[in-house]
């Protein structure tokens, strides 16, 4: 289970509305060991895509060694899409690399009639994506 506070949840919407119609992502990184999200990281979609996401390398590079510096680790790696269900894509499942984080999708399309998003949190291990609920928290 994802439990994340309500403030980086409305963080994490608030950017991909705003990004929208491009995708966009971004982490949330936290103390290493502890699994809880406490610092919003949001990063540039590279490839500045409506159906694809990218982090800048020299971005990502310089955001690992921060982490490293701070005794961080990417808690959740979200990102958003426009036109889709908030579901892992093939693409983004090849790209998940961090068996330990929280793989968040925000989409901006009203596709299940619930209103103008969705926000769903999986874990991908090996290419095995496993839904989780999310429980959103005033604080930790």
Not at 13 to 37: K, L, M
Not at 40 to 48: D, K, Q
Request: glycine share 4%; proline share 6%.
């Amino acid at each position: 289970m994802l439990t994340i506070t309500q403030a980086l949840y409305d963080q994490i919407v608030d950017h991909a509305r705003r990004d929208h119609p491009d995708e966009a992502c971004g982490v949330v990184a936290g103390p290493v060991g502890e699994g809880r999200p406490e610092r919003f990281i949001p990063m540039l979609n590279a490839a500045r895509s409506p159906t694809f996401y990218e982090f800048d390398s020299q971005d990502l590079l310089k955001l690992y060694r921060e982490m490293d510096d701070r005794d961080e680790e990417p808690v959740i790696i979200y990102h958003s899409h426009t036109a889709t269900e908030a579901y892992p894509s093939r693409t983004d499942i090849s790209y998940a690399n961090e068996p330990g984080a929280h793989y968040v999708l925000v989409s901006t399309a009203d596709t299940d009639d619930a209103g103008d998003f969705q926000f769903r949190s999986f874990r991908i291990v090996e290419g095995e994506v496993t839904e989780e609920e999310v429980k959103v928290v005033e604080t930790y």
